[in-house]
């Protein structure tokens, strides 16, 4: 009898175990990492004289951070990100125009995360987020008459709320792809000897030529 009653509690217990990685107490760290890349083509007109260049833009971003965070109840956890990204668009030829524009940005940013889960497995993650942003801007124009570099930093405090799916191959192991987002944006733009602007944006994103995905490593209870 003794030896049934440790089986059974034996199997329930391995069987809470097995899909726990959501539960209070545990923690996750992992790795950002999204890539994108977009090519357009169009037309530039020239006002002064009206004739117009067929141009095209090849546009790549890369970013990568850590993250960090702790189920504060059973499938809700509180986390940190940090992120490096670059980002650099290259415009064909056209005179006394834009032709390159590069950017390298650092972002910091705390979330509280609601999870949806199928047996565990498989679901969605979904709640707010709110951050700090700076990015390095370098604009570089073909031509003489405005044929200089432009530089600019930007600042921002952003918040919003972020969709993504979330998969459990194994209960260590976790991925997660972005799936939307709706961000709102406080920025402030300084151009040195240029002038300066801020301003306010609201935006709603969803899946597009960007991948953002996630890996991270579950441990604790």
């Known amino acids: 009898m003794k030896k049934t ?26 790795l950002n990492m999204g890539f994108g890349y977009n090519k357009s083509s169009g ?8 004739t117009s260049t067929n141009q095209s833009t090849k546009q790549t971003n890369f970013n990568i951070g850590p993250a960090y965070s702790y189920f504060i109840a059973d499938k809700l956890d509180l986390g940190v990100g940090l992120t490096y990204g670059t980002s650099t668009s290259d415009f064909s030829p056209v005179p006394n125009y834009l032709s390159k524009l590069s950017s390298y940005y650092f972002d910091s940013r ?26 390095n801007n370098k604009a570089v124009y073909t031509g003489t008459s405005t044929g200089a570099n432009q530089d600019n930093t930007t ?14 191959p194994t209960k260590k192991l976790g991925f997660s792809a972005y799936l939307a987002s709706l961000d709102y944006s406080h920025y402030k733009t300084d151009s040195g000897t240029q002038g300066h602007a801020s301003g306010d944006s609201a935006d709603l994103n969803l899946i597009s030529n960007n991948l953002s995905l996630s890996v991270f490593y579950v441990f604790g209870r």
Do not use: H
């Open 5 to 30: 009653i440790s089986l059974i509690a034996a199997l329930l217990l391995a069987t809470g175990v097995l899909y726990a990685q959501t539960e209070k107490g545990n923690q996750t760290i992992g």
């Open 110 to 135: 705390v979330y509280l995360r609601k999870y949806f889960m199928y047996k565990d497995k498989i679901g969605i993650r979904t709640g707010p987020y709110a951050g700090y942003s700076k990015t």
């Open 155 to 168: 600042q921002n405090l952003n918040a919003g709320m972020r969709l993504e799916l979330v998969y459990f």
């Open 43 to 50: 037309v530039v007109i020239n006002p002064f004289d009206n």
